[in-house]
Each structure stands twice: as structure tokens, then as C-alpha cells.
């Protein structure tokens, strides 16, 4: 946990939205004023620019409970190669929970079971791996 919070990527994302949410709560107050001042499209900026704040810190959150370590490329490529040393030493690494049957499976099921093991298989879907 003190990883995911105090780490050097941590602290620049925090630095980020701490820096973001009140430009955009200062944008939206200038445009508040402008919408007062008359001028009409103000009022749509207005409500717009705290969405952006809201946006920025589910963005963070986002991020830094992202587990870089398992996410993207690199993340993918430890997961290869542990299973690669696995292999090379004769153990497999089988799926937690696989307790399968394939005999007692229907066809659609074993269809079912076997996209599930395949999505499974090649990770979690984060923003680096689409």
C-alpha cells in the first residue's frame, strides 16, 4: 500500500490533480462571472469545467490503483516469462479455481469455459493493453 501511495509515480499523479481540480474550479468560477456579465455560452462552460475537476480526480484514482507492475507490456512480458521459467522447470501454472471437467461439459459450455480461460489468460484490460 505505501508503494501505491508514496512512490515516485504516486506523488507526480498527485501533484497532477492537485493541480488540475482548482484551475478547473477557478475556470469555472471566472466563467460563472462572465455568464453574469452576460455573456450566455458562460453558463454551459461554467457547469462544464467542475465535470472536468470530477473527471481529473476519477482519472487519479484511476491511476493509482492501477498495478503497474502487472499492467501494459511490461507487465505482460513478467507474466511470460514466470511462465516460461515454470515451464522450463516441468510444473505448469494452472488457472486458480480450474477444477473442470471437460467430460462432464456440454459443447457450448466447453466453448464458454474455454474463451473465459483464453480472456483470462491474457490478462486484465487496462488503457495500455485495448
Not at 469545467?49 to 480526480?57: C, D, K, R, S
Not at 516460461?84 to 501454472?93: L, N, V
Amino acid at each position: 500500500m505505501r508503494q501505491r501511495w508514496l512512490s515516485k509515480r504516486a506523488f507526480g499523479l498527485h501533484l497532477a490533480v492537485v493541480v488540475w481540480v482548482p484551475a478547473c474550479l477557478l475556470a469555472g468560477w471566472w466563467q460563472v462571472n462572465r455568464a453574469f456579465d452576460g455573456n450566455g455560452l458562460s453558463y454551459l462552460y461554467s457547469v462544464e469545467w467542475p465535470i472536468f475537476a470530477l473527471l481529473g480526480i476519477w482519472g487519479w484514482w484511476v491511476f493509482i490503483h492501477t498495478d503497474s507492475d502487472h499492467a501494459g507490456a511490461a507487465g505482460q512480458r513478467q507474466l511470460k516469462a514466470a511462465a516460461a521459467e515454470h515451464e522450463s522447470e516441468g510444473t505448469e501454472i494452472a488457472p486458480t479455481g480450474s477444477m473442470r471437467q471437460p467430460q462432464d461439459e456440454d459443447e457450448e459450455l466447453a466453448d464458454y469455459n474455454d474463451r473465459l480461460a483464453a480472456l483470462a489468460e491474457r490478462g486484465p484490460k487496462t488503457w495500455r493493453n485495448t
